[in-house]
């Protein structure tokens, strides 16, 4: 199984900063197969990026992803107020799928 | 609109059972995959369960395999997962969700599923 590592654990930033997100997988898998997810308390999570760098439907330009290998980055250019929650990222090019770890992005 | 709704979770009894159920709609349901996934209370996410469009390929996670049965229904527009032998560590919301783009661009509300004597 596939152990996605995100660092770090968690962010402290303030809105408009830019941040940072890292995810490192234990060996690489089938075509970059790798998302981000954004997690608000009592919410499900929302797919932000798959595919590494494409952004799902209605997400914000602000959100960007890149990687490839066993390296991945989520960047969020500017951040705004409700951009402080939870990201995960995912990769389903491998069974079992396997999630990292979680980043707490919070103010 | 795309919408996920699980039903079915509660509070049983370590080596009980349950049955989860999610209803989908405003999509091709039967031209999709679907997957279980899983949350533990503060904890992170974990896969449980897929089972292709028309059911013929079905996958576990090792920690509820012998357990836990996927299974759809086309005609309903429905998914299931039956879980068995249910254990304190089987405590957390559990999700549906499809995975239109490879990755899961819909997921349902969740349903709470309590493992407690």
């Known amino acids: 199984e596939i152990v996605l590592t995100q660092s770090p654990d968690t962010l402290s930033l303030s809105p408009g900063e830019r941040a940072t997100l890292s995810c490192r997988a234990s060996?690489?898998?089938?075509?970059?197969?790798l998302a981000w997810y954004q997690q608000k308390p009592g919410q499900a999570p929302r797919l932000l990026v798959y595919?590494?760098?494409s952004r799902a439907a209605g997400i914000p330009d602000r959100f960007s992803g890149s990687g490839s290998g066993t390296d991945f980055t989520l960047t969020i250019s500017r951040l705004e107020p409700e951009d402080f929650a939870v990201y995960y990222c995912?990769?389903?090019?491998?069974?079992?799928?396997?999630f990292g770890q979680g980043t707490k992005l919070e103010i | 609109e795309v919408q996920l709704v699980e039903s079915g979770g509660g509070l049983v009894k370590p080596g009980g059972s349950l049955r989860l159920s999610c209803a989908a709609s405003?999509?091709?349901?039967?031209?999709?995959?679907m997957h279980w996934v899983r949350q533990a209370p503060g904890k992170g996410l974990e896969w449980v369960s897929s089972?292709?469009?028309?059911?013929?390929?079905?996958y576990y996670a090792d920690s509820v395999k012998g357990r836990f049965t996927i299974s759809r229904d086309n005609a309903k527009n429905s998914l299931y997962l039956q879980m068995n032998s249910l254990r304190a560590e089987d405590t957390a919301i559990y999700y549906c969700?499809?995975?239109?783009?490879?990755?899961?661009?819909?997921w349902g509300q969740g349903t709470l599923v309590t493992v407690s004597s």
């Open positions: 595919g590494a760098s």
């Open positions: 060996q690489t898998f089938s075509s970059n197969y």
């Open positions: 405003g999509f091709t349901f039967s031209g999709y995959s």
């Open positions: 969700a499809s995975p239109r783009v490879g990755a899961y661009d819909y």
């Open positions: 995912q990769q389903y090019g491998n069974s079992p799928r396997t």
């Open positions: 089972i292709s469009s028309y059911g013929t390929s079905i």
